[in-house]
């Protein structure tokens, strides 16, 4: 395909033109699906190479400044809408926003914010606790707690890289009464009491089938009474899938919603207590197990 000289030269034209305008956005996605093999991938990326680099968010993910795919950094840039203003730049910023996947992880931080906030009222526990595993820069516990005047709970974030907890820390700094950090990998987190909500979300979709199998088990035998665990992964559908991999070398572990079912019933759920729903675009699906 990327033989083609008719794609080779409208990407130079793209490229010349410092970037997609919004009418090209859906061509590029077009585009891309249509790469089959992997020496096809390569040379689309050597086309694309001055805009793989951490100046554009999906150089950002391509470069991977901190060592891995998903950093905190990356999700802060996308809830924040941030563009690089440079005029090379701009545009394949506001195409990283366009994408629906983009969307979707806005989607899941309002989802997080409304479930606490839910929770948060209709508690009639005098200390509730959350627990959130893989915590990145705690924006959605940010935004509630900026959101609401009566805070009852107490929240545990773990995450394994020290910088996005200081910057967790940094953002949250007037909330740290109801904050407890722990830079820690979840693998190894064994948290101390049980929990009314454990979320995570961004995080499992990195986890191999057997490894979510035994996090979901672990994790289920420190939810309360009434309690309730909540898992986000990107479902199979993301349109968004293919382009994450090429142009930003970002890989996931897409599931659908019969395999999550499967997941928790393997993990010694009830059928009962098992729910799938997603956030409005139906590209990040939770998993929600309530205590037996
Ligand atoms: C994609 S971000 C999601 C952040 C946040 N949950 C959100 O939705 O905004 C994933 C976060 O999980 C952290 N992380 C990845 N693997 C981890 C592990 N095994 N243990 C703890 N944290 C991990 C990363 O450092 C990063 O901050």
Not at 134 to 162: I, M, R
Not at 216 to 232: A, K, T, V
Not at 267 to 283: D, M, V, Y
Request: net charge negative; charged share 25%.
């Amino acid at each position: 395909m990327i033989q083609n000289s008719n794609i080779i030269n409208r990407f130079k034209e793209i490229l010349s033109q410092k970037g997609p305008h919004s009418d090209d956005f859906n061509e590029i996605i077009r585009i891309v699906d249509e790469l089959s093999t992997d020496d096809e991938i390569e040379k689309f990326r050597d086309m694309l190479e001055p805009v793989l680099k951490p100046d554009t968010i999906i150089g950002h993910s391509y470069t991977k400044p901190l060592g891995y795919s998903g950093d905190y950094l990356i999700i802060e840039k996308m809830y924040r809408f941030h563009k690089n203003t440079h005029p090379n730049y701009v545009k394949w910023d506001e195409f990283f926003h366009w994408l629906p996947a983009a969307s979707a992880v806005i989607n899941r931080k309002k989802l997080a914010v409304s479930l606490l906030k839910k929770l948060n009222q209709n508690t009639k526990k005098e200390y509730p606790r959350v627990l959130i595993l893989g915590s990145g820069p705690a924006t959605e516990v940010n935004e509630y707690l900026e959101s609401v005047t009566d805070n009852k709970l107490h929240f545990e974030l773990v995450d394994f890289d020290q910088r996005a907890i200081e910057y967790a820390t940094e953002k949250n700094q007037k909330y740290m009464e109801h904050i407890t950090f722990h830079n820690k990998n979840v693998l190894r987190f064994s948290p101390d009491g049980c929990f009314d909500l454990i979320w995570s979300a961004g995080l499992f979709d990195y986890f191999q089938d057997k490894l979510f199998v035994r996090l979901l088990r672990r994790f289920s035998y420190y939810l309360s009474d009434n309690g309730e665990m909540i898992i986000g992964n990107f479902n199979i559908s993301n349109p968004s899938k293919k382009i994450m991999e090429v142009l930003g070398d970002w890989y996931l572990y897409h599931r659908s919603q019969e395999l999550l079912t499967n997941f928790a019933m393997e993990a010694g759920i009830n059928k009962e207590n098992i729910e799938i729903f997603s956030e409005p675009l139906g590209i990040n699906l939770f998993l929600k197990i309530k205590k037996s």
